[in-house]
Every structure is written in C-alpha cells, then in structure tokens.
T-cell receptor
C-alpha cells in the first residue's frame, strides 16, 4: 500500500519570504500522480499544484513550485513571496496511474505566516 | 458550474441516532469519494463509489457505516447509532472518468457533532 509522510507538523515563515514543505512517499509503481492541497480555516480543500511522475520537469503555478525527486520519492512544495492568505494546512497526496484510484493523503503541515 | 455540494454543513446528533450526509458530485463527474477528518488530523479514505456501485470500501468501519450512490440523486453516507467518536468532518470529493491526473474536487464538508 502507498504511504505519504509529511514530517513537519508545523512551519512558519515571514511574510514575503520563501518556505519549503516536505513530503515523501512510498510506492512500488513507476507511474503515478502527486498533489498538494491547501486547507484554510474555512475547511475547503483547494488543489494547489499537481505533478505527473513521468514528467521530469517540476510543476510550477505562480508562486508555488515543487521539487520532485523520483528516485528519492520526495515531493516538496516551495512557496515564494509568502502572503498572509497562504496560512493554512497543506496536505501532500498520492494517486496511482491506473483507473480512478483513491488519493492517499499525508498528515499535513500547518503553515503560519508571520506579518 | 456548481462544484461538489455537500449538506448539511453542520449536523448535531445525539448518541444512538442516525446521521445522513449528502453529496452531489460536480457536473460531469461519475466518481465519488468519502473521507473523514478528525480534529488536527489528515483525511482518511472511507469509500469510493460510482453510480450504483461501491468500488472500494476498504476504509469504511465494518459496522454502522454505509454508503450509496444511486442512479438518481446524491451520494449518501449513513452512520447508524452514532457514538462520540464519530464526531468529525466528513468530506466528499468527485472526479471525472478516466482522468487520474485530475485529482479531486472537494465539497465543503459536513461537520458532525455527536452529543
């Protein structure tokens, strides 16, 4: 079974600075998808960024980018120019390539933005 | 284009009562997933359904919990004889057929409180 590990329960960053959230996963599959979701206090789960394992290029969405290291099974999220609205729980998630399998989530990292 | 609709937003039940949580997937999505989130924890998979079929219920407790996604109408997560430990946020998500890179679209969740 796939597992997703987020080893940082909490992180904090100064506004306008850069922060990196860590995620590792365990799988025997060669093709899969990885995601970062954001859950602000409103509780709504919001997709931040996705990465296809067969793509070598790291995904980027505006201030959000990932560092995908397939051999190391690592998928970190970098947030540049942090803003107050980035304060939230961030969840890393894994999904297999075939079919519509379930997403497996990590335990989350709570990000605090310091004004 | 309405997203995933969950209702009610909040639900209070006394111990021993039944709880019914409803989820209407995003238009065009044929796959529904239910997750449970305990306070300060990540999302735990419960069940994956397609219309009239349960595809994966490996995360469902063996007793008191059931789910359905009928041909017409929303998906229902039913909890019989609720206990205090059932208090949690229950999230529904949907995805389209054949697009594993899509991830999910989440509803806003139902917060169940058992008193």
């Amino acid at each position: 079974a796939q597992t997703v590990t987020q080893s940082q329960p909490e992180m904090s960053v100064q506004e306008a600075e850069t922060v990196t959230l860590s995620c590792t996963y365990d799988t025997s599959e060669s093709d899969y998808y990885l995601f970062w979701y954001k859950q602000p206090p409103s509780r709504q789960m919001i997709l931040v960024i996705r990465q296809e394992a067969y793509k070598q290029q790291n995904a980027t969405e505006n201030r959000f980018s990932v560092n995908f290291q397939k051999a190391a099974k690592s998928f970190s999220l970098k947030i540049s120019d942090s803003q107050l609205g980035d304060a939230a729980m961030y969840f890393c998630a894994y999904r297999g390539y075939f079919g519509n399998e379930k997403l497996t989530f990590g335990t989350g990292t709570r990000l605090t933005i310091i004004p | 284009n309405a997203g995933v609709m969950q209702n009610p937003r909040h639900l209070v039940r006394r111990r021993g009562q039944e709880a019914r949580l409803r989820c209407s997937p995003m238009k065009g999505h044929s796959h529904v997933y239910w997750y449970r989130q305990l306070p300060e924890e990540g999302l735990k998979f419960m069940v994956y359904l397609q219309k009239e079929n349960i595809i994966d219920e490996s995360g469902m407790p063996k007793e008191r919990f059931s789910a359905e996604f009928p041909k017409e109408g929303p998906s229902i997560l039913r909890i019989q004889q609720v206990v205090r430990g059932d208090s949690a946020a229950y999230f529904c998500a949907s995805s389209p057929q054949g697009q594993p890179n899509y991830g999910y679209t989440f509803g806003s969740g139902t917060r169940l409180t058992v008193v």
